[in-house]
């Protein structure tokens, strides 16, 4: 049995800061990748560069990064990270600025090399990457996955390179900007790692460990999430600072969990509904869980895994994740290239520990 779980992580708050002479540690001069707005309105953009500055460490800001970023984006940006000699990258805010940060320290890295490196296994340097979450969904800052969108092939893949953040500085604080929708499909996105972890032919004890623990911490939340999805306002109107603590804990688990097994069908069937009708990642994963669930051969480990959520069964999970989240009306056509691409994709299949038909895959649109 193994496990490789590298980064440095810290969680408090006011983490930034706390640990800003490691942060500065990693290089000369830093670019900061962010998304369009939201990492100016909660404060993290703010207080990565008031870190870096205390610590007399350069940095350049590179806020162009889109939900699901596209290779392009991280092409723009390798331009940037060369003329301005960047030799460390700072990912802050959702898994799109996070994923987008380690793959610009790869390209810049490797200047002389173009964009088909990221789907190449190859053995190439890459800068060091400390990473500042500011969802509680993809689990990035742990995890050595970057998932680009593709837009030649109308899809989303993981860049075939591993890249380990060196550091993960994460304040619950900077969750309390989101609204309910961004909080509770992210949640979900934390859910599904813990879940397709747990079922999957790389698991074992240790990240079995993880995942039992991030479920607990559902487990502990999901009335409260409901609440906010019922009240509609603010989560931070509903939602303790102990929740918002609690969902930072659950994403950097499961982020944790999915490092030693990676993801699994929900994610793989997740990725051309997200391309096609712009559904956000976490709510696109969301809804082939039940199926997931439903489908699974080992009935005792879908049984353990209710269990530490405190359901009933899979019809109570089912009724609990449709109000959560809302259904997904996928057209027959999408559905069939969907099932299809994922019959002919042996990297996410070969995580299912039994063989999989698409008669039953087809079941999983509900
Ligand atoms: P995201 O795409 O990073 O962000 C979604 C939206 O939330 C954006 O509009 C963003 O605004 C906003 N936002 C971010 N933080 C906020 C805050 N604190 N307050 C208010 N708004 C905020 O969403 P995500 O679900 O975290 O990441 C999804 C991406 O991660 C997908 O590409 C997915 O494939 C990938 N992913 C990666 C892994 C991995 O292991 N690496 C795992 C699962 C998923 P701005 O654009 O203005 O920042
Ligand atoms: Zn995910």
Redesign the pocket.
């Known amino acids: 049995m193994q496990i490789y779980m590298p980064t440095n992580v810290y969680s408090e708050n006011n983490c930034v800061m706390n640990h800003r002479k490691e942060l500065a540690a990693l290089g000369n001069k830093a670019m900061l990748v962010?998304?369009?707005?939201?990492?100016q309105?909660?404060g993290?953009l703010e207080d990565v560069k008031h870190a870096l500055q205390e610590e007399g460490t350069a940095y350049v800001v590179f806020d162009k990064?889109?939900?699901?970023?596209s290779i392009e984006t991280v092409m723009q940006a390798r331009e940037l990270g060369i003329q301005e000699h960047v030799d460390f990258v700072v990912g802050i805010?959702?898994?799109?600025?996070?994923?987008a940060a380690?793959a610009i320290a790869l390209m810049v890295a490797n200047p002389g090399e173009d964009e088909g490196i990221l789907y190449e296994a190859r053995e190439l340097g890459c800068l060091p990457v400390a990473e500042v979450?500011?969802?509680a969904?993809?689990?990035?800052e742990v995890?050595?996955?970057?998932?680009?969108?593709i837009h030649a092939r109308r899809t989303?893949q993981?860049i075939s390179y591993r890249i380990y953040p060196e550091l993960a500085l994460i304040d619950s604080r900077?969750?309390?900007?989101?609204?309910v929708d961004?909080l509770i499909?992210?949640t979900v996105?934390a859910l599904a790692?813990l879940i397709e972890s747990y079922l999957n032919a790389n698991a074992n004890s240790y990240n079995r460990m993880y995942s039992e623990k991030g479920l607990r911490l559902f487990a502990e939340m999901k009335d409260d999430l409901l609440q906010c999805r019922r009240f509609g306002g603010e989560p931070k109107q509903t939602l303790s600072d102990d929740v918002f603590d609690k969902l930072m804990q659950m994403s950097a688990t499961a982020?944790m969990a999915?490092?030693h097994t990676s993801?699994s069908l929900p994610?793989g069937l997740s990725?051309p509904v997200?391309y096609e009708m712009g559904v956000?990642?976490?709510k696109a994963v969301g809804i082939f869980l039940p199926g997931f669930l439903q489908f699974y051969q080992a009935k005792e480990d879908v049984r353990a895994l209710l269990r530490e959520m405190c359901f009933a069964s899979v019809e109570d999970f089912t009724e609990y994740l449709d109000e959560l989240l809302g259904k997904v009306e996928i057209s027959d056509d999408l559905w069939k290239k969907d099932v299809e691409m994922i019959m002919g994709n042996q990297a996410k299949l070969k995580n299912y520990p039994y063989v999989m038909d698409a008669e039953t895959l087809y079941k999983f649109r509900r």
Request: cysteine-free; hydrophobic content about 15%.
């Open positions: 962010t998304g369009r707005h939201s990492s309105a909660n993290s990064v889109e939900e699901n970023p805010g959702g898994g799109s600025p996070m994923d380690k979450p500011t969802t969904g993809t689990g990035s995890t050595p996955y970057a998932i680009l969108t989303k993981s900077y969750l309390k900007t989101e609204s961004t499909n992210t996105d790692h982020g999915i490092t993801t994610h990725y997200t956000p990642h976490g």
